[in-house]
């Protein structure tokens, strides 16, 4: 079971470092989302293993830790916070500058500042 959720994890975590490598920002926020649910995933599976026992559990049920849920449930809800976060930037960079791929957006920005120095110059 533990190799299953290994695998698995790795899979999300790569799938996630790839999109994050994109060029264009819709991408890269899909593969933060993805790294930051590779991580929840990675921190549950280390809390299945017999750490001990707890106070009411009857003899041979598998045990599971609740610290490491507990930073599960955080991981979940500063993940969302993150992604909200980023699909707000993104949409503001394709209101500000029509374009979500990065190569357009320094070119963009290139000709902003460009016609700044213009206006500062005259």
Same mark, same amino acid.
């Given at each position: 079971?533990?190799?299953?959720? $290994?695998?698995?994890?790795?899979?999300?975590?790569?799938?996630?470092?790839?999109?994050?490598?994109?060029?264009?920002?819709?991408?890269?926020?899909?593969? !933060?989302?993805?790294?930051?649910? +590779? +991580?929840?995933? @990675?921190?549950?599976?280390? +809390?299945?293993?017999?750490?001990?026992? *707890?106070? $009411?559990?009857? =003899?041979?049920?598998?045990? /599971?830790?609740?610290?490491?849920?507990?930073?599960?449930? !955080? *991981?979940?809800?500063?993940?969302? %916070?993150?992604? %909200? @976060?980023?699909? /707000?930037?993104?949409?503001? !960079?394709?209101?500000?500058?029509? +374009?979500?791929? !990065?190569?357009?957006?320094?070119?963009?920005?290139? =000709?902003?500042?460009?016609?700044?120095?213009?206006?500062?110059?005259?």
């Amino acid at each position: 079971m533990i190799l299953i959720a $290994s695998l698995v994890v790795g899979l999300l975590f790569a799938c996630g470092v790839r999109m994050v490598l994109e060029r264009e920002l819709v991408r890269v926020a899909c593969g !933060t989302v993805l790294i930051t649910n +590779s +991580s929840v995933l @990675l921190i549950l599976a280390g +809390s299945f293993p017999v750490r001990g026992e *707890a106070l $009411s559990v009857q =003899k041979g049920w598998p045990v /599971t830790d609740p610290v490491l849920q507990s930073l599960a449930l !955080t *991981a979940i809800v500063i993940g969302f %916070a993150v992604s %909200a @976060l980023l699909l /707000t930037l993104v949409h503001r !960079t394709q209101r500000a500058h029509g +374009s979500l791929r !990065t190569d357009r957006l320094v070119e963009a920005e290139l =000709k902003r500042v460009h016609a700044v120095e213009k206006e500062e110059g005259h």
